[in-house]
Nanobody, 114 residues
């Protein structure tokens, strides 16, 4: 059974940093493209960052230069390092992967105060 479990969210002041984690079980994360999405209140879920099985990364323009997506193969864990956080980064963050179907984590809340 595939499970993705996020952690690391919280309340931080603008300009601060957080590192989100997404621990995988029942699946080897680095064999699949992995993504971080976020959903702010009243807004659609948006793709924030993606890493392919080959290690290529891409980011939504609003987080380029501030966020970094990575995978620790030994821990089978996906990360999202978020620096220089802004109030507009406030959202629930989800990790996702797709094999023959999509798998989503439960989400972790990130709140950035101004």
């Amino acid at each position: 059974q595939v499970q993705l479990v996020e952690s690391g969210g919280g309340l931080v002041q603008a300009g601060g940093s957080l590192r989100l984690s997404c621990a995988g079980s029942g699946i080897i994360l680095n064999l699949n493209a992995m993504s971080w999405y976020r959903q702010a209140p009243g807004k659609q879920r948006e793709l924030v960052a993606r890493i392919t099985s080959g290690g290529s990364t891409n980011y939504v323009d609003s987080v380029k230069g501030r966020f970094t997506i990575s995978i620790d193969n030994a821990k089978n864990t996906l990360y999202l390092q978020m620096n220089s956080l802004k109030p507009e980064d406030t959202a629930v963050y989800y990790c996702m992967t797709r094999t023959w179907r999509e798998y989503w984590g439960q989400g972790t809340q990130v709140t950035v105060s101004s």
